[in-house]
Nanobody
Framework: QVQLVESGGGLVQPGGSLRLSCAAS????????MGWYRQPPGKQREFVAT?????????ADSDSVKGRFTISRDNAKNTVYLQMNSLKPEDTAVYYCNAVAVVNVAGATVHHWGQGTQVTVSS
């Protein structure tokens, strides 16, 4: 099993910055992809960004996060980060850490989720 613990959420004014962290523990050697999703109030969970073990990144196609959010990873610490700059009220959401672990030689995967951290952008 993999356990994920997020931190770094909070209340920030529009235009401000936050850095989210997600520390993985347990069977971390099976993880090949980590990322962030978010769920705005009253909406479905949506993809934000992912990063592979090798550092290749992928961001949501919409302009909502590109250029403002940066995902990074410290493999030695089994931790993934999400640096969020120029925050807007529409970034308000619960942010969830995700880890994809390979569970067998056939390549089957399992998604693990953190408990979520609240980010509120408001003046």
């Amino acid at each position: 099993q993999v356990q994920l613990v997020e931190s770094g959420g909070g209340l920030v004014q529009p235009g401000g910055s936050l850095r989210l962290s997600c520390a993985a523990s347990g069977r971390v050697h099976n993880i090949n992809l980590m990322g962030w999703y978010r769920q705005p109030p009253g909406k479905q969970r949506e993809f934000v960004a992912t990063i592979t073990n090798g550092g290749r990144t992928n961001y949501a196609d919409s302009d909502s996060v590109k250029g403002r959010f940066t995902i990074s990873r410290d493999n030695a610490k089994n931790t993934v980060y999400l640096q969020m700059n120029s925050l807007k009220p529409e970034d308000t959401a619960v942010y969830y850490c995700n880890a994809v672990a390979v569970v067998n030689v056939a390549g089957a995967t399992v998604h693990h989720w953190g408990q979520g951290t609240q980010v509120t952008v408001s003046s």
